[in-house]
T-cell receptor, first 115, second 109 residues
Framework: DTEVTQTPKHLVMGMTNKKSLKCEQH?????MYWYKQKAKKPPELMFV???????INESVPSRFSPECPNSSLLNLHLHALQPEDSALYLC??????????????FGPGTRLLVL | AQRVTQPEKLLSVFKGAPVELKCNYS??????LFWYVQYSRQRLQLLLR??SRESIKGFTADLNKGETSFHLKKPFAQEEDSAMYYC???????????FGTGTKLQVIP
């Protein structure tokens, strides 16, 4: 399996809801990433996990909570989001030896709408 | 500061015409630069990277350290090349990648 998968594809949630985004890869990659992408903008890094440990948090609000249960799985827990958090959330993975120098493999994204 | 700049938001060319998507960077040292592409309704994917020196789908990119550029070129544009193209480089001490603002390439039939 050479793809990064993300579920769900679409998510609509209210500001008081709690939901989770899921990302999975079976390429043996040890680095995984969450990005946020607004329309017509580049992806913005949110979090980096390296060998299942959080290595970078780009000052993301605490209403976004990442979790890496194992080397193949990455979750993003959402709670009390704001309408401006509506975006495409991308997951990516790379081999894990040196984040910025590696090719990243992206999932198709979860399109999130916060009402 | 490490930075990557793509000056064109939109580039429109006719089918068969040459294409050059511009990317300039500021970086101390020898950067590893990437071009990623996002076709309509498809996932973001690597097109090519500096270190591999490959030609992918007819595209090439040469690192010019004197001009701090990594422009993406193709001699003859095809309709299927229409997409959003992002230049990217490592930042934050090699821990992450920062993407440029992107250039939308529109190939006119």
């Amino acid at each position: 399996d050479t793809e990064v998968t993300q579920t769900p594809k679409h998510l609509v949630m209210g500001m008081t809801n709690k939901k989770s985004l899921k990302c999975e890869q079976h390429m043996g990659h040890r680095a995984m990433y969450w990005y946020k992408q607004k329309a017509k903008k580049p992806p913005e890094l949110m979090f980096v996990y390296s060998y299942e440990k959080l290595s970078i948090n780009e000052s993301v609000p605490s209403r976004f909570s990442p979790e890496c249960p194992n080397s193949s799985l990455l979750n993003l827990h959402l709670h009390a989001l704001q309408p401006e958090d509506s975006a495409l959330y991308l997951c990516a993975s790379s081999q894990g030896l040196g984040g910025g120098q590696e090719t990243q493999y992206f999932g198709p994204g979860t399109r999130l709408l916060v009402l | 500061a490490q930075r990557v700049t793509q000056p064109e938001k939109l580039l429109s060319v006719f089918k068969g015409a040459p294409v050059e998507l511009k990317c300039n960077y500021s970086y101390s040292g020898s950067p590893e630069l990437f071009w990623y592409v996002q076709y309509s309704r498809q996932r973001l994917q690597l097109l090519l990277r500096h270190i591999s020196r490959e030609s992918i789908k007819g595209f090439t990119a040469d690192l010019n350290k004197g001009e701090t550029s990594f422009h993406l070129k193709k001699p003859f544009a095809q309709e299927e090349d229409s997409a959003m193209y992002y230049c990217a480089l490592p930042t934050g001490g090699y821990q992450k990648v920062t993407f440029g603002t992107g250039t939308k390439l529109q190939v006119i039939p």
